[in-house]
Nanobody, 123 residues
């Protein structure tokens, strides 16, 4: 059982930056893709970014060019650097891990989820 713990959320002004971290309870060398999803009140959960074991990444359209996902296998941690934040980025952000290969097509394919961290973008 892999436990994922997110941190780094908070309140930030529009145009600001935040870095989220997701620490895994065991080595992520054995984990395939890791991803960040988000869910705003009244909306469906959506992909923010995902990265494979080999470093191939994928981003949701609303965050392309602003967010960067990275993984540090030595620290068992995945990061999400969020720049040029907008009010519409306000959501609970969740870390997910998949034990398979490649990038999952949907969130239902991920095996483990964290509890989430809140990001609020407001002036």
């Amino acid at each position: 059982q892999v436990q994922l713990v997110e941190s780094g959320g908070g309140l930030v002004q529009p145009g600001g930056s935040l870095r989220l971290s997701c620490a895994a309870s065991e080595s992520i060398f054995s984990i395939g893709a890791m991803a960040w999803y988000r869910q705003a009140p009244g909306k469906q959960r959506e992909l923010v970014a995902a990265v494979t074991r080999g470093g191939h990444s994928n981003y949701g359209e609303p965050v392309k060019g602003r967010f960067t996902i990275s993984r540090d296998n030595a620290k068992n941690t995945v990061y999400l650097q969020m720049n040029s934040l907008k009010p519409e980025d306000t959501a609970a952000y969740y870390c997910a891990a998949d034990l398979g290969y490649g990038l999952p097509d949907t969130d239902t394919e991920y095996d483990y989820w964290g509890q989430g961290t809140q990001v609020t973008v407001s002036s």
